[in-house]
């Protein structure tokens, strides 16, 4: 197992590796790392600062064939961000729902398989709506986006009522 993060200190003292089998891999871009000594089974992405798009694409070299990809989806992070002078929230469903749409086809272009999509049970930084996407790239059978989309919705609109 497999640690990465581009920071050096900054892992919360309860989030440090206390596994043996656990490998810290600190100061690393994963947008940049080509291989690691075993293939892994899963890989879970965390990113902020950063889109998806520009993470993904590297996780091929070090997932095994049919491995399984669970990546946060922190909707202002898939946003041109960068040119706004000061960070929002969204909290726009049709916004939502486009950032997600646009993710999940920008996934299945680059052979990326969506195989399921719920909203964050865990509000993220100042309340925003979060998601988690599992994906596939070993089949390109995917789910119906607008099928799955108002249930995640139904339950968007439950975490935000509370």
């Known amino acids: 197992m497999y640690a990465v993060d581009?920071?050096?200190?900054?892992?919360?003292?309860?989030?440090?590796?206390?596994n043996s089998k656990v490998v810290e891999l600190f100061g690393v871009d994963a947008r940049q790392m080509k291989s690691l000594p075993t293939k892994t089974d899963i890989v879970t992405v965390d990113v902020t600062f950063s889109s998806l798009k520009s993470i993904l694409p590297n996780i091929k070299n070090y997932l095994k064939k049919n491995g399984d990809i669970i990546v946060l989806v922190k909707p202002l992070f898939e946003t041109s961000f960068w040119e706004e002078v000061s960070f929002k929230i969204i909290t726009d469903l049709v916004i939502l729902k486009k950032i997600l749409g646009d993710l999940i086809e920008w996934s299945n272009k680059n052979f990326f398989f969506p195989k399921g999509l719920i909203v964050s049970p865990l509000l993220g930084k100042g309340g925003s709506i979060e998601f988690l996407i599992h994906l596939k790239i070993d089949k390109e059978h995917t789910f119906i986006f607008d099928d799955v989309i108002e249930k995640v919705f139904r339950d968007v609109k439950e975490i935000t009522s509370n």
């Not at 581009?6 to 919360?12: I, P």
């Open 6 to 18: 581009t920071a050096k200190e900054l892992l919360h003292p309860s989030l440090k590796c206390k």
